[in-house]
């Protein structure tokens, strides 16, 4: 019986292939410089966010892991290192489809995840990419709301003209709130909009790690070789063969433990760049 059910753990264990995957939402060509981060102010914050429906039709069927995300830089003049201190971003689940007149304030940081403090640099025209120094997994059954804090305290004075992001409008829906100041970090209710950044959410690519199983008592032990350039490596299970895949846990070592009564049945191994 117990070689039945090593057999049938070493069929079950999946191998990402692990080629980046971007996800791209949003189409609109025009640009505006108020959301996600406003440079002509020494102080702002932004909320917008993105459907269920929208992430699902992006390709996102399934939870994923995201490494970085990007926006489309647009106007009529390049940007070469503009630089911006102080840029704190989060991601969290968000269930809505509109921001009413309730949803005017800061969202806050519950539910909230920290994907990004630090300096930005911005070039452009065309699609800039921040690599996040967390990762996190985005589940299409809900939608996603970030929010930006820009706490620089020193704008660039003009010229050069600040970031100006291509956004799609939403219209009726409002997708966006944002408050600026010079003077200090705005608190209060901001200005609300329809217009929503164009943005991609994309994948790390790495090799695919080899991966083995092997008995320990009533437990299975799945191992994989190490990659130099993984910081972490994802663990994703399903009941089935094609999914849907439900993040697991994610580990900086090479080994996790399952038992021969765990009730999922199909695993894959992600490895994740630094």
């Known amino acids: ?28 060509s025009d640009a505006q410089s ?5 440079g002509h102010y020494n102080y702002g914050w932004s909320k917008f966010f993105y459907t269920s429906s929208q992430l699902q039709t992006a390709g996102i069927l399934n939870p994923v892991e995201i490494t970085k995300i990007a926006f489309q830089i647009g106007g ?21 489809t509109n921001y009413g007149n ?13 994907i990004y403090n630090g300096s930005i640099s911005f070039n452009g025209p065309g699609w800039f990419f921040i690599t996040l120094s967390t990762p996190y997994t985005i589940n299409p059954n809900s939608g996603v709301e970030i929010l930006w804090e820009n706490r620089d305290g020193s704008k660039i004075p ?35 909009t329809s217009k929503c950044p164009n943005i991609c959410f994309s994948t790390g690519g790495l090799e695919a790690p080899q991966v083995e199983i092997s008995q320990s008592g009533n437990s ?21 063969p094609s999914g849907p ?23 894959y191994i992600k490895a994740i760049s630094r």
């Open 102 to 114: 309730d949803y005017l304030g800061h969202p806050g940081y519950e539910n909230k995840t920290l």
């Open 220 to 240: 299975f032990i799945l191992s994989w070789t190490l990659i130099p350039t993984a910081s972490s490596y994802s663990i994703y299970v399903s009941d089935l």
């Open 1 to 28: 019986m117990t070689k039945q059910v090593v057999s049938l753990l070493i069929l079950i264990v999946s191998l990402s292939l692990l080629s980046a995957e971007n996800f791209i939402i949003g189409s609109g």
């Open 158 to 192: 003009i010229p050069p003209i600040p970031p100006q992001f291509c956004f799609t409008y939403y219209t009726p829906y409002k997708r966006g709130v944002y408050l600026t100041s010079d003077a200090s970090f705005p608190a209060g209710d901001g200005t609300i």
């Open 76 to 96: 009529s003049s390049s940007l070469v290192n503009y630089l911006m201190d102080n840029q704190s971003i989060y991601i969290g689940p968000f269930p809505g």
């Open 245 to 267: 895949w439900n993040f697991l846990t994610s580990i900086t070592g090479n080994q996790y433990q399952l038992t021969a009564t765990d009730p999922k049945k199909f695993y």
């Open 34 to 38: 108020t959301v996600p981060v406003d």
